[in-house]
């Protein structure tokens, strides 16, 4: 069955530290990869995307993702962590073959120490 | 990208009554979509609303609860039917078009007592 998987369910980590979440799909065709973010409360936020080109995907607020196509990843990145980084953070996956809709992982809740 | 309005923002309900909910992309789009957050979970798609035919129901869901229209290529509704305490969800909308892909509405908070 074509999934999205977030392995880290929550990850901690101390401000100014570096951040990379996890996203792993199994589909197969290349899909078009996204990262969102939603903070309490709130709805989702565009991070970023991948549709072709480049593997290596710039986005809002100091996040960058890496497509792997032979490791069917694309794990979101941050250098340094900023208090307000404090989200859940959610990787999807649409499969144009199959029709478009997205399919969106578990979750990762990103919890930042000062 | 569009914007959507998503309302009403939040609600709470008696159990057995109905809530429909609104969202109103501020250009055409192709296609639209509802999904369904519970408590401290992910997204779960619902349904795609087609304008002018019956929505396409995802694996577990159906019409008599979810009832969708999609009047045109601007507006959709979803109705939650007959609700009860495990309808508490996050129900957000989400449209299709322009270069971000997807966009969601700012979703709708459900409580049924």
């Known amino acids: 069955a074509q999934s999205v998987t977030q392995p880290d369910i929550h990850i901690t980590v101390s401000e100014g530290a570096s951040l990379e979440l996890r996203c792993n799909y199994s589909?197969?065709?290349?899909?078009?990869l996204f990262w969102y973010v939603q903070s309490p409360g709130q709805g989702l936020q565009l991070l970023l995307k991948y549709f072709s080109g480049d593997t290596l995907v710039q986005g809002i607020k100091g996040f960058e993702a890496e497509f792997k196509r032979s490791q069917s990843s694309f794990n979101l990145r941050k250098p340094s962590v900023h208090w307000s980084d404090a989200a859940e953070y959610f990787c999807?996956?649409?499969?144009?073959?199959?029709?478009?809709?997205?399919?969106f992982g578990g979750g990762t809740r990103v919890l930042v120490k000062p | 990208s569009a914007v959507i309005s998503q309302k009403p923002s939040r609600d709470i309900c008696q159990r057995g009554t109905s809530l429909t909910i609104q969202c109103q992309v501020d250009s055409q789009v192709t296609m639209m979509f509802w999904y369904r957050q519970q408590p401290g979970q992910s997204l779960t798609l619902i349904a795609t609303a087609n304008q002018g035919s019956e929505a396409t129901y995802e694996s577990g869901f159906v019409i008599d609860k979810f009832p969708i229209s999609r009047p045109n290529l601007t507006f959709s509704t979803l109705t939650v039917s007959n609700m009860s305490p495990e309808d508490s969800s996050i129900y957000l909308c989400s449209s299709l078009g322009g270069s971000d892909g997807y966009t969601f509405g700012s979703g709708t908070r459900l409580t049924v007592v």
């Open positions: 589909y197969g065709a290349t899909p078009y």
């Open positions: 999807a996956v649409d499969v144009k073959a199959a029709g478009n809709k997205l399919t």
